[in-house]
């Protein structure tokens, strides 16, 4: 099937496994590793020229940068 562009009325696959997780749900070891990983990301920006900091900053994910 496949959709056309501006279709209002198409339906959204959305796999069934798929769940937002929240901080609750993580263990103090993950919560501990993101924070980790906020800082280094954080340390490294604030050395970037502006120009490759918006570059960066425009990311989403690691394998984007």
Same mark, same amino acid.
């Given at each position: 099937?496949?959709?056309?562009?501006?279709?209002? @009325?198409?339906? #959204?696959? #959305? @796999?069934?496994?798929?769940?937002? !997780?929240? @901080?609750?749900?993580?263990?103090?070891?993950?919560?501990? !590793?993101?924070?980790? @990983?906020?800082?280094?990301?954080?340390?490294?920006?604030?050395?970037?020229?502006?120009?490759?900091?918006?570059? #960066?900053?425009?990311?989403?994910?690691?394998?984007?940068?």
């Amino acid at each position: 099937m496949i959709l056309e562009p501006g279709d209002q @009325n198409r339906e #959204v696959p #959305v @796999n069934e496994t798929f769940h937002v !997780q929240t @901080n609750d749900e993580l263990t103090e070891k993950e919560l501990k !590793q993101i924070k980790a @990983n906020d800082q280094a990301i954080h340390t490294i920006l604030l050395g970037l020229p502006e120009d490759i900091y918006a570059a #960066v900053d425009s990311c989403e994910t690691v394998q984007e940068i």
